[in-house]
């Protein structure tokens, strides 16, 4: 079997990443931040070296680094969070349903306004379609920094200049991108939501919230938090007003040993790695005819391809594909709103690398792509 | 003994020949800011530890940094690190025993 649905999440997992896991489960098993003891007191310590790993590899502080269920949970807790007394938000044309569902919801119940900013391949455009819709009652714009359908980059820099000069919270959907790019929160961000699970390479059900503490986030989630626990109100304060019950300590504590494997593998070659393999698998069927890639020399794109093979239903071809054994994510993506966009009524193939695929094994899915077509000679 | 075996800010009571070091307890509003502190105190030479909050408080739960010595300078150093606490016990003479 050869994962190249690593964009859901990524498969495998570093081995000091499963060790992490191990120890986690071996030597963790308190509560943290809820005792005194030894056993809560290590797992506490274990969770905040985590969280510290975490917040350094985004220029955050440990306080503002909130561990979540995955970057959906991020992404809701940010958005209803920040828009909780209503308004207008902005949200690209190319957003997950993690975003668009939450938002869509809220202008259904006419708590807020909204607005869908074109996202087009020249980055010019995209920043103006955002810059024209900002109202004086424009709260937040939420943005993604790459689809996570095509793998387009947005141009999230002059978007959060935009919000920074507009005095709007900029939410960023960062799944699609931490891990692969040096994203920081100096960049503009005031909130980044990413899942702990992909380019971090932590287990799934874990994901993170990271402010750089200038907007407010009401949690839509109360309850216990260690601290406080006298009051019948929520702490206010970060990271404990958002990270109410139990957290996940074991995901937390394999997101930060990802975070060290990148570290050290170093992020520009995670990139440059996954990037080679995008190019080859493109070079190696552009020519064929049969094969649409929904991709545009104008735009950059973060390591992902999504492709249809002419003939082929999106699933039908992955269904074949997963036949000879590779792991291909074929419909929506759970993104309604990008492929609207994109016009891909009948979904796509997405062909997403990690830093533990290689080129035979590109080769390998080329060779059956072309087989499918009986385009092996071409 | 000589007190100069110590800190500078760190007062020392002689008392039958056993040496009293004094501690200050911070309370913090979090485990992350107690961890925070602590770091931060350690890497600039304050001895310190986390414990459970022991007397009862308003608040309920929580933790506190007991720090070998006065508080005032760990306190001036947390505040010019933005981290919030309130001082429980600023070291002074008959504190608690480490």
Not at chain 1, 187 to 200: D, F, R, V
């Amino acid at each position: 079997m050869i994962n190249f649905d690593n964009a859901a999440t990524t498969f495998p997992k570093p081995l000091s990443v499963r060790r992490a896991a191990m120890e986690a489960i071996r030597n963790y098993g308190g509560n943290a931040g809820r005792g005194g003891h030894e056993l809560a007191m290590r797992t506490s310590e274990a969770l905040y070296s985590a969280r510290e790993t975490a917040a350094a590899f985004f220029g955050a502080q440990p306080e503002n680094t909130v561990f979540t269920l995955n970057c959906t949970y991020a992404l809701n807790m940010a958005i209803q969070g920040v828009m909780k007394n209503g308004g207008h938000l902005i949200i690209s044309s190319m957003e997950h349903n993690s975003a668009a569902r939450p938002v869509f919801t809220l202008a259904a119940e006419k708590k807020i306004t909204l607005s869908i900013a074109e996202v087009f391949t020249d980055d010019e455009q995209t920043v103006e379609s955002f810059r024209r819709l900002i109202r004086s009652d424009t709260k937040a714009i939420v943005c993604t920094l790459a689809s996570n359908v095509t793998g387009q980059l947005l141009p999230y820099r002059e978007i959060a200049g935009l919000c920074r000069e507009n005095g709007i919270c900029f939410i960023a959907d960062g799944a699609q991108t931490c891990g692969i790019y040096d994203i920081k929160l100096d960049s503009g961000i005031n909130i980044l939501c990413t899942a702990g699970h992909k380019g971090l390479y932590g287990i799934t059900g874990t994901g993170l919230l990271i402010t750089d503490g200038s907007f407010p986030i009401s949690p839509i989630v109360q309850g216990g938090t260690g601290s406080d626990s006298l009051r019948l109100f929520q702490p206010e304060m970060l990271p404990d007003s958002l990270e109410s019950g139990t957290p996940n300590i074991i995901g937390a504590v394999t997101v930060g040993a990802g975070i060290r494997y990148i570290n050290s593998y170093g992020i520009d070659n995670i990139r440059s790695h996954e990037e080679k393999l995008c190019r080859l698998f493109i070079s190696e069927l552009e020519n064929t005819g049969d094969i649409t890639f929904l991709r545009d020399e104008k735009a950059e794109y973060a390591p992902i391809v999504s492709f249809n093979i002419n003939g082929f239903s999106s699933e039908e071809a992955a269904s074949m594909l997963a036949d000879k054994g590779f792991c291909l994510r074929a419909g929506y993506h759970c993104a309604a709103l990008a492929h609207a966009s994109l016009g891909t009524k009948n979904g796509t193939i997405r062909f997403a690398p990690s830093v533990f695929n290689t080129e035979t094994e590109v080769k390998n899915l080329v060779y059956f792509v072309k087989t499918m077509k009986n385009l092996q000679n071409s | 003994m000589k007190s100069t075996a110590f800190p500078a800010d760190l007062r020392n009571t002689q008392q039958s020949g056993v040496i009293l070091l004094t501690i200050s307890i911070l309370d913090m509003p979090s485990y992350t800011y107690a961890v925070k502190a602590q770091r931060l105190l350690r890497s600039r030479g304050y001895p310190c530890r986390i414990r459970r909050r022991e007397k009862s408080s308003d608040r309920g739960c929580g933790y506190s940094v007991h720090i070998t010595g006065s508080s005032e300078s760990p306190a001036r150093l947390l505040e010019s690190y933005n981290i919030p606490y309130s001082v429980i016990s600023g070291g002074g003479e008959g504190d608690d025993q480490l």
